[in-house]
């Protein structure tokens, strides 16, 4: 049996504020196999964003067990945590992350430059193509839209070869038209690619579109829905 790409055991997260500590997560169970796509959805402070951190390793927990493509995060450093994330899991925020002073191009190359891939540039070059940027790789993040800011970013994000992506709100700061040309961009990149995709919204129709839905609240998820099954059934 294929051992599953994210698995979360019982996992909690507390974090301490003036008025004392406050629980994020609480016993938190999650296990997602590779080439799937999951939605997680639910109201502000129900702790979807805080979950994806975990998943990425940018969030340690407070106990549990989490195992992300292979590796179990308790036991690295911040190095090793660094690696994974650098080779396996590529990660779109709402807020495009691009350095500004970078054309596309540099900003899609910068990673794979640090990691010491060869032919970074080429590989920067392919991956702006697929997102349809091949014509904007010289301009600067300020002379592209939003919509191609965060055709960037994608293209950043799968540039390494990832084996998972995770989408914070990828459409957060785009207008309906572009956001749903974003999510359709991130859907064919995950078919041609065979990535598992984790996207955290509060949109539920969005969520839909993905194989599972994972609705939480205060902490904890309330439900799971297959959505294969239920198409079958």
């Not at 807020?95 to 910068?110: D, G």
């Not at 970074?120 to 997102?131: F, K, N, S, Y």
Request: glycine letters at 12%; proline letters at 4%; charged letters at 20%.
């Amino acid at each position: 049996m294929t051992s599953p790409i994210i698995s979360l055991k019982n996992v909690s997260l507390t974090l301490e504020s003036k008025a004392g500590p406050v629980e994020i997560l609480s016993g938190t169970d999650l296990s997602v196999s590779g080439g799937q796509a999951v939605g997680i959805v639910g109201p502000s402070g129900s702790g979807k964003t805080t979950m994806l951190m975990v998943i990425a390793g940018l969030e340690p927990v407070s106990s549990g067990q989490v195992d992300v493509v292979g590796a179990e995060f308790s036991s690295l450093g911040e190095d090793e945590l660094a690696r994974i994330r650098g080779e396996h899991i590529g990660i779109v925020f709402q807020s495009f992350h691009l350095v500004p002073t970078m054309t596309a191009l540099e900003n899609v190359a910068l990673p794979l430059e640090f990691s010491g891939v060869n032919g970074a540039r080429e590989i920067a070059r392919g991956c702006l193509d697929d997102v349809g940027l091949s014509h904007r790789m010289g301009h600067f993040p300020a002379e592209l839209s939003g919509g191609e800011q965060q055709r960037v970013a994608i293209a950043r994000a799968i540039a390494p070869g990832p084996k998972l992506l995770l989408a914070d709100e990828p459409t957060g700061n785009l207008d309906v038209s572009t956001g749903a040309q974003i999510i359709d961009l991130m859907f064919e990149l995950r078919a041609r690619n065979g990535l598992s995709l984790v996207l955290v919204t509060h949109d539920e129709g969005l969520a839909e579109k993905c194989d599972r839905v994972i609705h939480m609240q205060d902490g904890r998820i309330v439900k799971d829905q297959n959505l294969l099954i239920e198409a079958v059934s």
